[in-house]
């Protein structure tokens, strides 16, 4: 773990607001820096907030690393990854995407599913596919992209589901990769992981500040 001083000092207070600098791609923002419990915090890209101009610029720039695979359609995992779906579909010069759910809607009655758990939430939950959509990526080329992949356990999930109904996975696309769990929950597929930056976890220092984990 890595302390750098002159971040944390901004962050003397836990109960201040914390911001953390991020590089995304070309973009340079300041994410806020939330706890989750004693021993762990997260800095949050909370993809709806961040403008349209932000998201437009840094789906170009995610769909420019993409398109050598010559993807024929855009999965992501709602909600966050919707706004990045949406900005590497337009910039691609495609039309659709797919959406997997994490929450029941009234046309997933028959979904197919796997189970899955986020970071941010702790508990399984299951990630829903619409039948309905299973002929748009089958036999298809396709590229997954979200907003954050952090253990890799909803990535991982979205892999196994989209094989499954016989889709060919060939990239995987995200404005920030966090810390390095999600490594070794994807394994070899970890290969296909391509990011327009990269956060830490954050631990307290033990002087009411928070020091960068990379390892997570």
Known sequence: MVLVKSWSSVCSNLVSRCTYPVSI????????VVSLSEELA???????????????????ELARLLAPYEIDIIATVATMGIPVAIEVTRSLG???????HKTPKIHLADAVSVKVRSITTDVDQRLL????????????RVAIVDDVISTGA????AIRLLHG?????????????????????????AQHVHALGAIPVFRPDGKGGFEEDWNG
């Open 25 to 32: 791609g070309s973009q340079h923002v300041e994410l806020p």
């Open 42 to 60: 997260l800095a949050l890209l909370i993809t709806v907030d961040m403008g349209v101009e932000f998201m437009r610029r840094a789906g170009e």
């Open 94 to 100: 495609l039309d659709q995407y797919v959406i997997l």
């Open 129 to 140: 596919f619409d039948r309905a959509r299973i002929g748009d990526v089958a036999q298809k």
């Open 154 to 157: 909803s990535t991982g999930a």
């Open 165 to 189: 109904i016989g889709a060919n996975v060939v990239a995987i696309g995200t404005l920030v990769t966090e810390a390095s769990v999600w490594k070794q929950s994807l394994g070899e597929d």
